[in-house]
């Protein structure tokens, strides 16, 4: 195993756990979106402030749930007929309500299998879909960043019995990380351990 891969094992643990990463600066952990849970032992790992990366709206994406607990992260895999974990797990409650994480037009609100699921298209090519969200929201409808777009519905999830929402973020018909995108993060950093 490479010093890289048990470096990101150490961190799919962390999250796993419910915990939250240390962004890059201080002023981040400010942010909307951002759980206030402390930083790993510095000279590990971290992530990279957005804004940086090719394609991402200048303001950032916002956490579609307050506060922002991830309980899985994602596992993009290289191909897209791999399996994998195409998108972040956050832990919430039924009723919750869900709001856009950018700008953008709600391109589905409706059933996929036997979940209830909200899309919205925003800048650049990026979609957001969260699941199971039950819509207050139509196709069509612009929404604002931070706006809300549905509530959690008590159907099984990912993360049954607890309640979470899974959130899923494509650029064109490619899945990313989502929290690549999200305000106060960015792409995973390795750094050497002083």
Do not use: K
Request: aromatic share 4%; glycine share 10%.
């Amino acid at each position: 195993m490479s010093r890289a891969q048990r470096v990101f094992g150490i961190a799919s643990i962390v999250v796993a756990a419910g915990l939250t990463w240390g962004a890059a600066s201080a002023s981040a952990a400010d942010a909307p979106g951002r759980s206030s849970a402390p930083a790993p032992a510095s000279g590990v790992w971290e992530r990279a402030a957005t804004g940086s990366e090719e394609g991402v709206p200048a303001e950032g994406f916002i956490s579609p749930i307050q506060p922002l607990v991830v309980t899985a992260p994602a596992r993009v895999p290289d191909q897209p007929w791999q399996p994998g974990h195409r998108g972040i797990d956050i832990a919430s409650h039924v009723d919750a309500p869900v709001r856009t994480p950018a700008d953008g037009v709600v391109t589905f609100a409706g059933t996929v299998v036997d979940r209830a699921v909200v899309s919205v298209r925003h800048a650049n090519g990026l979609t957001s879909s969260v699941e199971p969200v039950r819509a207050t929201v139509t196709v069509g409808d612009h929404v604002p960043r931070g706006a809300e777009i549905g509530r959690v519905t008590a159907e099984r999830g990912h993360c049954a019995p607890a309640t979470c929402v899974h959130w899923g973020v494509r650029r064109d018909d490619t899945y990313i990380d989502p929290l690549d995108v999200l305000e106060g993060y960015g792409p995973v950093r390795l750094l050497e351990v002083g």
